[in-house]
């Protein structure tokens, strides 16, 4: 019995390695391949679509944005085997409700030209 719950302790902490090795390479990917930089500690308290969210946030200029997605947001959510429509109809209904900080910081209606 003690031996069995040795080998699940370890199955266990293994699995909790194969976790935080993900996550780290994820991290990287952000920093390397994006420039969007995240410690471990804020990286766990995100999701994907959040994160992606976030690469949205960051945009200054609503005719960016397309090529942001194209090149940043799409590739992101693809690694993780999400949908980007989705994620992105998510975005702007939270964007046009005013959730993220992005609709406070736009002056005016500029968000409606990011959000198109």
């Not at 090529?67 to 046009?96: F, I």
């Amino acid at each position: 019995h003690h031996h069995q719950q040795q080998q699940r302790s370890t199955r266990h902490a293994v699995e909790e390695l194969v976790v935080l090795r993900k996550q780290l390479d994820d991290i990287c990917f952000l920093r390397d391949n994006l420039e969007f930089v995240v410690s471990l500690s804020e990286y766990m308290q995100e999701n994907p679509e959040s994160i992606a969210s976030r690469l949205l946030e960051r945009v200054a200029a609503a005719e960016l944005v397309q090529d942001v997605v194209q090149t940043e947001v799409r590739p992101y959510l693809k690694r993780h085997g999400l949908s980007d429509d989705a994620c992105l109809l998510a975005y702007v209904r939270d964007l046009m409700r005013g959730v993220t900080g992005v609709a406070s910081s736009i002056a005016g209606s500029a968000w409606e030209s990011k959000a198109l």
